[in-house]
């Protein structure tokens, strides 16, 4: 069997080893593999607890690991970047649709949102969301673009098979 981005990100919950080091050596080799650089923030606490479906401790202990390694270093009410302290913040800023289509794809990856499923309509997810429908609508196309989800005519937006995420590929995020 190939050893994926995906295969790396799957937890195993019957290792001898902790869920929180597992965690960390998944944004290790994000950082390894040049996904996340640095001055790069790494995803949030409620991203992690999402994408691998962990408590706020366990996301808060990997990165208290890799704080501890010196491979990042948190700013209060910023989050946590890349590198050590002092090291310049990536200019890089994702645009709203970015953020959105992020946020279903760790939705997606935690299986709030299964392949083969339909993901909220545009309604529902400009309430969700707090941004206007163009904004959803380039989310969507983002996502469909990467690869993430399929749309329908008059049908509805749909999660592809595991199988053809392109984390599958090599890539964590779209946007990367």
């Keep these: 069997m190939d050893v994926s981005a995906y295969d790396r990100s799957v937890l195993d919950r019957e290792s001898p080893r902790s869920l929180f080091e597992q965690v960390a050596d998944v944004i290790r080799d994000q950082i390894v593999r040049g996904e996340l650089r640095a001055g790069d ?3 949030s606490e409620a991203t992690l607890q999402r ?9 808060r202990r990997a990165i208290g690991v890799l704080r501890s390694q010196g491979l990042v270093h948190t700013i209060t009410a910023e989050g946590t970047y890349v590198g050590p302290p002092g090291t310049p913040r990536s200019s890089r800023r994702l645009f709203k649709y970015q953020r959105v289509a992020a946020d279903i794809v760790a939705r997606i990856m935690g299986g709030e949102i299964p392949p083969r499923e339909a993901i909220p309509g545009e309604n529902s997810l400009m309430r969700q969301y707090g941004v206007a429908r163009e904004t959803v609508r380039h989310a969507l196309a983002y996502l469909r673009e990467s690869g993430w989800v399929v749309t329908v005519a008059y049908g509805g937006t749909y999660v592809v098979d595991r199988e053809e995420w392109p984390i599958n590929k090599g890539s964590y995020f779209p946007f990367r």
Excluded: D
Aim: glycine residues 0%.
């Design 41 to 43: 923030l790494v995803p």
């Design 51 to 59: 994408t691998h479906r962990i408590s706020r401790t366990t996301a």
